[in-house]
T-cell receptor, first 111, second 113 residues
Framework: SQTIHQWPATLVQPVGSPLSLECTVEGTSNPNLYWYRQAAGRGLQLLFYSVGIGQISSEVPQNLSASRPQDRQFILSSKKLLLSDSGFYLC??????????FGDGTRLSIL | QKEVEQNSGPLSVPEGAIASLNCTYSDRGSQSFFWYRQYSGKSPELIMFIYSNGDKEDGRFTAQLNKASQYVSLLIRDSQPSDSATYLCAVNIPRNYGQNFVFGPGTRLSVLP
């Protein structure tokens, strides 16, 4: 069966520091991969999605970037974090038009 | 018009009652529909999906789809306090560009003991 791993679970970072969040999927090949952010009490905001290695689509302009160095690995990065980057970051995977499945998320606090 | 809309709630129902959650979508070409449950501080989990008009039942949950009226609903029978969560509707919209999977903003459900 397929599983998705996302880490770390929580992260506290100072303003201006770099960020790297990692997500890996096991048990499937060539999945679609997604990064979402969710502010407290709000809906899901799609940040990036990828349909294959090296193929990244950005949904919103911001100081975040994403990379997919391997088929089942998706990385969210920032060179300099802003206070507004705080939130709950979720990685998800899907196959074709099948539903998305989420990792456990990373709660990011910026000080 | 937003692609997927839901009432934000909160929707409050007494324990044992039927909770009815509604979702409307704008693209008539939408083909598949999903309901996710998200507990506070946790990630969304898939609880139901429906592709054809009509009802689909799974335990205490029933998903209803009406493509002509462009709405999908989720009924929770015999609601329990453990059902208190935010319910997200998601729609797969076939298109040649961009991302096909669109989430609604979610409806917060509170089941009162």
């Amino acid at each position: 069966s397929q599983t998705i791993h996302q880490w770390p679970a929580t992260l506290v970072q100072p303003v201006g520091s770099p960020l790297s969040l990692e997500c890996t999927v096991e048990g499937t090949s060539n999945p679609n991969l997604y990064w979402y952010r969710q502010a407290a009490g709000r809906g899901l905001q799609l940040l990036f999605y990828s349909v294959g290695i090296g193929q990244i689509s950005s949904e919103v302009p911001q100081n975040l970037s994403a990379s997919r160095p391997q088929d089942r690995q998706f990385i969210l990065s920032s060179k300099k974090l802003l206070l507004s980057d705080s939130g709950f970051y979720l990685c998800a995977w899907s196959l074709g038009s099948q539903p998305q499945h989420f990792g456990d998320g990373t709660r990011l606090s910026i000080l | 018009q937003k692609e997927v809309e839901q009432n934000s709630g909160p929707l409050s129902v007494p324990e044992g009652a039927i909770a009815s959650l509604n979702c409307t979508y704008s693209d008539r070409g939408s083909q598949s529909f999903f309901w996710y449950r998200q507990y506070s501080g946790k990630s969304p989990e898939l609880i139901m999906f429906i592709y054809s008009n009509g009802d689909k039942e799974d335990g205490r949950f029933t998903a209803q789809l009406n493509k002509a009226s462009q709405y999908v609903s989720l009924l929770i029978r015999d609601s329990q306090p453990s059902d208190s969560a935010t319910y997200l509707c998601a729609v797969n919209i076939p298109r040649n560009y961009g991302q096909n999977f669109v989430f609604g903003p979610g409806t917060r459900l509170s089941v009162l003991p």
